[in-house]
């Protein structure tokens, strides 16, 4: 019989009105890295809260070493060897990485700490697994990368036998999830027992041992990664057939529809600027790309741009018209659409239903508000029914949906159908398809594309390296605040934009 | 039975209910704890309110002062709700009251203004007061509660001075407005017929009705309620949309400062009461429209019932008998009624967790059920 370290065996989570987990098992062996695969909503998340007690299955048993066991909170979790890298991190950002690996398992004596032994224990383990770590500097002071390796040494440094990452790819650059990976095949060999959630297929293909694919809260089977391809995967995660590739036309660029000139933006976390001299120009029926590693300088190049930040120096230019002092309103109304960042900080009133964050740009407009300024209500419930069709946004209620009760991947589709539907000139784009399933990305994909072929500038900010290859037709890259280099996705590697996205490579570039 | 439950409306309803009769049970058991004798009498005297006259007319009148208390009562549950809509916790409301009763109070009894005058004076008055707190959270992000109980103190001690000027000689209180300027008292329009001649029933009444119904509709059906929900759910995605969120939320605190305002007009124009010169705590009126406005639900028409009932409680709390307790006793019954209206919400949201339950158990039978069945067929 097969030695497992832990076992799932047929559980079953329901929450009203809804499956979460279906008849689910997941068996992991010791030893091995195993990945767990589904889309969004495929019951990956509900599956995890079982094994940590933050939820009691209906149905279905547990088992630890072939024993089974009941997991009633994460305490009992935490004593089974079981730990958890999440997506986000649980870190205390003004604390070393030291304070952090040992909070809430403090050495002490009569409450005084002992860090010796503490610093001791971690740096034997930073050595054996080649987690580059400096246990006295600070969280805030580090990069992404190093803030993930501190939150694997808090699991070492308690004796979890079971590690669970979750989505641990999604912030890293290029060379750190090679890194990443180098450092769980270490563990793994170490006898640690690794699940790794994720919908990345080509990394699951890279470090997995074996597979097993959930769809909609239902269990669709366990591979090894060995025997399959990555079509077959990632049919089993969608169920059906997935185009990878981006179909489109050679661009055919036109007359130039955004001009920014010399843009520089003041940072709201260091006192530096956080975008410096940037110049560029987008056309009409092109995709340019803003590529670059997370906190380049992106997210505040576009709040100038859209307005939600003043510029310290430089101009902006809309079909030649100068809109540097331009309100938000203004720029909206004269053709900019944004698809922001963050869909529920800037997206979405979420306490709104959809058919009103539906006309969150345009309800000011004749067609919404009457003029004594009443909303007119079956005009706005008419056009988000129609947007509602068009895009395919999938909801409980339709238009009167909170938009909260939504899922991820059909409120931005909500966001894009209302900013595409604005019929803009240029369209703005950040990270569209940031923590969205392969459909859904597929989806929005084509929409950008069209929107090129229909004759708008499109400008698509990504972190996603699949994305910055396929979709655009020239892609800048940013690092640091300015833009470093002007890249062919047609002639470029990933590995070349890699090192332009790292710092270690740089073009004069002009605009 | 599930449908009729599980209407949001008939929730808040049903969760209003709840926290009444919990509140009752409570107060009923302080009673019997500090006096058994007289507790039963007392609870059933404070329930009953102005019922507890046996005269038919008397108790009209008496209904006829709660009501006129209930108006001011409301005009700052609205205040609360209407900020609190736009994701503002106004508690400034208790003193945008005062500062309207010292608007209204000091026009007319220094300058003879008339009725309308002083009550859109009072209504100006407080709307700046709201706007202090609305620049401050705006512009320097200052949190609205903090701001809004540091002039809260402010306005009272400044209140007591200024109608300083227009006190009795002998006591603390303010001049009588029927003697010095009846002009200033809000005109009954017959309306205290209704009551057995209850001078004290004004135009306030069908005033409050109305403007409860107006904010309503500004809420729910306008541009401007639509722009100032969204700034107070998201003010992020408001700023995104284009709307000036800091100018929605200095617009939002004028209006909730400008209906404390008009409440206290509302009150102090009926010469129900006058303003006592050496008060030493900011009057309760603004504070008790928190409560309002959560017993309602957080809708105006809901707000014009929660409101009366809390008045009405408060009220009967001078029915409490004083043999056996204190006279203070009133006070800590209808507070007591009082602070278990502010858990509206948690009950909701209980009540909704109970629903979930047992629609789930339900689904499970019936899975279990039709398994079964299959089993039958199969064999």
């Not at chain 1, 056009?383 to 946004?393: F, K, P, S, T």
């Not at chain 2, 404070?46 to 005269?55: A, L, R």
């Not at chain 2, 107070?232 to 617009?251: D, H, P, Q, W």
């Not at chain 2, 409680?313 to 056996?324: K, L």
Request: net charge neutral.
């Amino acid at each position: 019989m097969e030695q497992y370290a832990i076992e799932m065996l047929h559980i079953t989570k329901r929450f009203p009105g809804i499956i979460a987990n279906d008849n689910i098992t997941l068996q992991l062996k010791k030893g091995e890295i195993h990945a767990l695969l589904g889309e969004n909503g495929a019951g990956k998340s509900t599956l995890m809260s079982v094994l940590f007690g933050l939820y009691q299955p209906e149905e279905g048993t547990i088992k630890k070493d072939g024993v089974e066991v009941k997991i009633n909170n994460p305490n009992d979790a935490n004593d089974l060897g079981i730990g958890m890298v999440h997506q986000h991190f649980k870190l205390v950002e003004c604390f070393t990485v030291l304070d952090n690996i040992i909070l809430g398992v403090e050495p002490n004596k009569m409450g005084f700490l002992q860090k010796d032994e503490a610093r001791k224990k971690v740096l034997a383990l930073s050595e054996k697994y080649g987690l580059r770590v400096d246990p006295d500097a600070k969280i805030e002071d580090i990069t992404v990368g190093m803030q993930q390796r501190t939150e694997i040494l808090k699991m070492l440094y308690r004796d979890n036998e079971i590690l669970i990452f979750d989505e641990p790819t999604a912030v890293l650059t290029p060379q750190e999830i090679s890194e990443l990976m180098q450092i769980m095949k270490n563990l793994s060999a170490e006898g640690k027992s690794i699940l790794f959630i994720s919908h990345k297929l080509a990394e699951i293909m890279e470090v997995a041992d074996r597979c097993t694919v959930l769809r909609k809260g239902k269990y669709i089977g366990t591979v090894n990664t060995a025997d399959v391809t990555m079509e077959q995967l990632s049919a089993m995660m969608v169920g059906r057939d997935v185009n990878f590739h981006v179909e489109k036309k050679p661009a055919t660029p036109g007359e130039v529809i955004l001009e920014i000139d010399n843009m520089t933006v003041a940072s709201k976390v260091h006192k530096n600027n956080a975008v410096k001299n940037v110049s560029m120009k987008v056309r009409a029926g092109e995709i340019v790309c803003l590529a670059g590693i997370d906190g380049n300088g992106q997210s505040e190049f576009v709040y100038g741009l859209s307005g939600l930040e003043p510029l310290v120096s430089g101009s902006i230019k809309l079909h030649g018209k100068d809109i540097t002092k331009a309100s938000i309103r203004e720029r909206s109304t004269m053709g900019i659409s944004h698809i922001p960042e963050d869909r529920h900080k800037h997206g979405l009133v979420l306490d709104y239903s959809l058919e009103d964050n539906m006309i969150l740009q345009t309800y000011f407009g004749p067609e919404f508000t009457s003029k004594a300024g009443f909303l007119q209500r079956k005009n706005i419930r008419d056009y988000a029914n129609r947007l509602i069709e068009e895009y395919d946004v999938r909801s409980g209620q339709g238009p009167i949906t909170v938009s909260r009760a939504m899922s991820g991947g059909n409120q931005q589709k909500a966001i894009i159908a209302r900013e595409i539907d604005k019929a803009p000139d240029l369209l703005i784009a950040v990270q569209p398809t940031r923590g969205l399933d392969v459909g859904a990305i597929e989806f929005i994909h084509k929409q950008l594309v069209a929107q090129r072929d229909a004759g708008k500038a499109v400008l698509l900010v990504s972190l996603e390296l699949d994305e910055v290859m396929d979709v655009p037709d020239r892609i800048l890259v940013m690092y640091e605040g300015e833009i470093v280099g002007e890249l062919d996705p047609k002639t470029t590697t990933q590995e070349e934009l890699g090192l332009y996205m790292a710092g270690a490579k740089r073009d004069e570039v002009k605009a | 039975m599930k449908k009729v439950l599980k209407n949001p409306g008939m929730q808040a309803f049903l969760a209003s209910l709840i926290c009444i009769i919990i509140g009752l049970l409570i107060g009923y058991l302080v009673l019997l704890i500090i006096n058994p004798e007289g507790a039963w009498e007392s609870i059933t005297n404070v329930i009953k309110n102005f019922f507890t006259w046996s005269k038919p007319k008397t108790q009209l009148k008496q209904f006829g002062n709660t009501l006129a208390k209930t108006m001011p009562l409301l005009m700052c549950s609205l205040s609360i709700l209407f900020a609190y809509k736009v994701g503002l916790f106004n508690i400034g409301a208790a003193g945008q009251y005062v500062a309207g009763a010292c608007a209204s109070l000091y026009a007319a009894l220094a300058w003879g203004w008339g009725w309308l005058p002083c009550m859109l004076f009072a209504i100006v008055c407080a709307g700046v007061l709201g706007a202090i707190v609305g620049i401050l959270k705006a512009y320097c992000n200052v949190n609205e509660v903090i701001s809004g109980i540091m002039l809260n103190w402010i306005t009272l001690y400044l209140t007591n001075t200024v109608l300083s000027k227009v006190k009795e000689a002998a006591s603390p209180y303010t001049l009588y407005l029927d003697d010095v300027n009846p002009s200033a008292l809000l005109p009954n329009a017959g309306l205290n017929n209704l009551f057995n001649n209850n001078k004290y029933i004004t135009i306030a009444v069908p005033l409050a009705l109305i403007i409860s119904i107006a904010i309503h509709i500004l809420l729910s059906r306008t541009r401007l309620g639509y722009e100032l929900k969204a700034t107070g759910s998201n003010k992020n995605a408001a700023k995104y949309a284009g709307m000036r969120e800091n100018t929605n939320i200095i617009l939002t605190l004028i209006i909730a400062g400008g209906l404390a305002g008009l409440g206290a007009s509302m009150l102090y124009q009926t010469g129900y009461m006058r303003w006592e010169c050496t008060q030493s705590s900011v009057p309760g009126m603004g504070f008790n429209g928190i409560a309002a406005a959560f017993l309602g639900g957080l809708n105006p028409i809901g707000a014009i019932f929660s409101s009366f009932f809390i008045q009405h409680i408060t009220d009967g709390g001078q029915y409490v008998n004083t043999n056996f307790y204190s006279s203070q006793i009133s006070d800590l019954i209808s507070s007591v009624i009082i602070y278990l209206c502010g858990f509206v919400l948690f009950i909701k949201l209980t009540m909704n967790k109970m629903l979930a339950r047992s629609e789930e158990r339900k689904l499970r039978q019936l899975k279990e059920a039709e398994a079964a069945a299959g089993k039958e067929v199969d064999q």
